[in-house]
């Protein structure tokens, strides 16, 4: 891991609290003050979302709120907070890397995330495979704007697609690291049944950003069980070994950014709480470096 790494927070945590420029910056701000350095956009949520798009991350938990209409350039720059990455579709980097490439680094990144594929069998080899050959032309056609392109990864790439290999295999061995890095999110790792530590150590210097989250067993059940639900949990809340997952990227990969994000199950229903609450495990292990600036 680098010797200074980033530190931010996922756009989706936040949606609920962009329905207006006062509010949104209102929450970029508290962002700022918890101790995070940045935020990671997706680039749905800055530009007039569409219906279905609204529709469907509301079903999931993500409101995008009216983050669309918002100027985040001018959001961002009042916050002082930066931008990490941008987070696009593969298929607009096909259609335009140019496009793409420029609005990332409009916003001040060389870095652009593709973020799992919607509609796409990951249990079909032939077609994970060609998903890696468009991933390698893709992060080519980005590298003469000096832009960079990395993988977002969910549960679903750990679909076996033979005996021995998962989608995320093929992904790994069939993408040019020259082209394509990653962006591993330990939480689908975990939540999908698959050796954290392992992946980090395949990946190794490849995993160019981590995404963090943590999962706990704080939500109930249905009342005739004593079970408990698994869910998202604020950072050492919950019970993966977050620790032992530090470690092993501090001492095997390149790390320049560690991002969390969570989807629901926030304290008191409240992403600013949570992230708040979050930034705790971070200065504790020496990821910020001072205190929120109400304890200044």
Same mark, same amino acid.
Request: glycine letters at 8%.
């Given at each position: 891991?680098?010797?200074?790494?980033?530190?931010?927070?996922?756009?989706?945590?936040?949606?609920?609290?962009?329905?207006? =420029?006062?509010?949104?910056?209102?929450?970029?701000?508290?962002?700022? &003050?918890?101790?995070?350095d940045?935020?990671?956009?997706?680039?749905?949520?800055?530009?007039?979302?569409?219906?279905?798009?609204?529709?469907?991350?509301?079903?999931?938990?993500?409101?995008t709120?009216n983050?669309?209409?918002? *100027?985040?350039?001018?959001?961002?720059?009042? &916050?002082?907070?930066?931008?990490?990455?941008?987070?696009? =579709?593969?298929?607009?980097?096909?259609?335009?890397?140019?496009?793409?490439?420029?609005?990332?680094?409009?916003?001040?990144?060389?870095?652009?995330?593709?973020?799992?594929?919607?509609?796409?069998?990951?249990?079909?080899?032939?077609?994970?495979?060609?998903?890696?050959?468009?991933?390698?032309?893709?992060?080519?056609?980005?590298?003469?704007?000096?832009?960079?392109?990395? =993988?977002?990864?969910?549960?679903?790439?750990?679909?076996k697609?033979?005996?021995?290999?998962?989608? =995320? *295999?093929?992904i790994?061995?069939n993408?040019?690291?020259?082209?394509?890095?990653?962006?591993?999110d330990?939480?689908?790792?975990?939540?999908?049944?698959? *050796?954290?530590?392992?992946?980090?150590?395949?990946?190794?210097?490849?995993?160019v950003?981590?995404?963090?989250? *943590?999962?706990?067993?704080?939500?109930?059940?249905?009342?005739?069980?004593?079970?408990?639900?698994?869910?998202?949990?604020?950072?050492?809340?919950?019970?993966?070994?977050?620790?032992?997952?530090?470690?092993?990227?501090?001492?095997?990969?390149?790390v320049?950014?560690?991002?969390?994000?969570?989807?629901?199950?926030?304290?008191?229903?409240?992403?600013?709480?949570?992230?708040?609450?979050?930034?705790?495990?971070?200065?504790?292990?020496?990821?910020?470096?001072y205190?929120?600036?109400?304890?200044?």
């Open positions: 891991m680098k010797d200074t790494v980033l530190t931010g927070v996922q756009q989706i945590m936040i949606g609920s609290r962009c329905n207006s =420029y006062e509010s949104a910056l209102s929450t970029l701000r508290a962002i700022k &003050s918890a101790g995070y940045g935020i990671e956009l997706n680039d749905f949520m800055i530009k007039p979302t569409p219906f279905i798009v609204r529709l469907l991350t509301r079903f999931a938990g993500m409101p709120g983050g669309g209409k918002l *100027d985040w350039k001018k959001l961002i720059s009042e &916050s002082g907070l930066r931008v990490i990455s941008l987070h696009s =579709y593969l298929n607009s980097i096909e259609e335009n890397p140019e496009a793409v490439a420029k609005e990332a680094l409009s916003f001040g990144t060389d870095t652009v995330v593709i973020t799992g594929m919607y509609r796409f069998d990951y249990g079909n080899f032939a077609e994970v495979k060609k998903l890696a050959e468009r991933l390698n032309m893709a992060g080519k056609a980005l590298l003469p704007y000096g832009v960079k392109l990395i =993988y977002h990864n969910h549960n679903v790439e750990l679909q697609v033979s005996e021995d290999k998962t989608a =995320y *295999d093929v790994i061995e993408t040019d690291p020259q082209y394509v890095n990653f962006e591993l330990t939480y689908w790792i975990a939540d999908g049944g698959a *050796d954290v530590t392992a992946l980090v150590n395949k990946l190794s210097d490849r995993i950003m981590w995404h963090i989250n *943590d999962r706990g067993c704080r939500k109930k059940g249905p009342f005739i069980t004593p079970i408990l639900k698994q869910d998202a949990a604020e950072l050492g809340t919950g019970n993966m070994a977050l620790g032992t997952i530090l470690e092993n990227v501090r001492a095997t990969t390149k320049e950014a560690i991002v969390l994000e969570t989807h629901k199950n926030w304290i008191d229903n409240d992403p600013v709480k949570s992230l708040t609450v979050s930034a705790e495990w971070f200065r504790k292990h020496q990821l910020i470096k205190q929120p600036a109400e304890n200044q």
